[in-house]
């Protein structure tokens, strides 16, 4: 309990002091590399106090400066950070409306351009899709996790199409991502951080340039095939 209380206090404290900085300065200069700098950082510092051994496979075939969509299964909630930080990329996110009611954090996702979508308000979750479709067709790679929330057992739970959607829109390659063991961190509903492995393992991109909308679940089962292949529990 006494390690998980310090990540949180670290972080907190790490968000509330460096993010007006970092904030400051995107602002007065206009690029927002310091904030994706300073949440590295802050990853990586939480992600040792937790005892996190993380392991990533599969990145090396990916393209410097190829646009893609990331898409993954979701364990648990370090899921995020950890993806963001094994990509070693500036990423934009689709994340769930309720993540941007988060002091401080939420200006900076707004800054950096996070989507946020309503899960519960299809009109508004398809221009929030079309948003982030504009913005990977500008050249801005996006993660998102398309079970929509995070598996209360472990499975690979039923996916949402409108990344999908996007990632057609956009004609950008999607890269299915397997997390496995972050559930074993700290699993939903839990307080308390758990150290241990956690690997991830990024397949072979998937073009979309050359398919319509009428392809979108044929794109879903590929991408859920791919996860698939490298989780214990299926």
Same mark, same amino acid.
């Given at each position: 309990m006494v390690?998980t209380?310090l990540?949180?206090?670290f972080v907190?404290?790490?968000?509330?002091?460096?993010?007006p900085i970092?904030? &400051? =300065?995107?602002?007065l200069?206009?690029? #927002?590399g310091?904030l994706?700098?300073?949440s590295?950082?802050c990853i990586?510092?939480?992600g =040792?106090?937790?005892?996190?051994?993380?392991q990533?496979r599969?990145?090396?075939?990916?393209?410097?400066?190829q646009?893609?969509?990331?898409? !993954?299964?979701?364990?648990?909630? +370090?899921?995020?950070?950890?993806? +963001?930080? &094994?990509?070693?990329r500036?990423?934009? &996110?689709v994340?769930?409306? /309720?993540?941007m009611?988060i002091p401080?954090?939420?200006t900076?996702?707004?800054m950096?351009e +996070?989507?946020?979508?309503?899960?519960?308000d299809p009109?508004?979750a398809r221009a929030s899709?079309d948003?982030a479709?504009?913005?990977?067709?500008?050249?801005?790679s +996006?993660f998102?996790f398309p /079970?929509?929330t995070?598996?209360r057992?472990g499975r690979?739970?039923a996916?949402k199409?409108?990344?999908?959607v996007?990632?057609?829109?956009?004609g950008?390659p999607?890269?299915?991502?397997?997390?496995?063991? !972050?559930?074993?961190?700290?699993p939903?509903?839990?307080?308390?951080i758990t150290?241990g492995?956690v690997?991830?393992?990024f397949h072979a991109?998937? &073009? #979309?340039d050359?398919?319509?909308?009428e !392809?979108?679940?044929?794109?879903?089962?590929r991408?859920?095939?791919?996860?698939?292949e490298c989780l214990?529990?299926r």
């Open positions: 390690r209380t990540v949180y206090a907190g404290l790490f968000i509330s002091i460096l993010g970092g904030l &400051a =300065w995107a602002l200069t206009g690029r #927002t310091i994706y700098d300073l590295r950082i990586r510092i939480a =040792w106090m937790c005892g996190i051994r993380l990533v599969g990145r090396d075939s990916l393209v410097p400066g646009t893609y969509l990331f898409l !993954s299964n979701h364990q648990g909630n +370090f899921d995020g950070p950890i993806l +963001f930080y &094994a990509t070693g500036d990423l934009r &996110a994340v769930k409306k /309720e993540m009611k401080i954090l939420s900076v996702f707004r950096v +996070f989507v946020p979508i309503d899960r519960f009109l508004r899709i948003r479709a504009r913005l990977l067709s500008r050249g801005y +996006f998102a /079970e929509g995070r598996s057992d690979l739970g996916f199409k409108g990344v999908f996007m990632a057609i829109k956009a950008v999607v890269v299915p991502v397997t997390i496995q063991n !972050s559930r074993t961190i700290q939903p509903g839990r307080y308390r150290p492995p690997d991830i393992v991109p998937i &073009a #979309t050359h398919i319509g909308q !392809s979108r679940d044929h794109l879903l089962q991408v859920r095939d791919s996860i698939l214990p529990d």
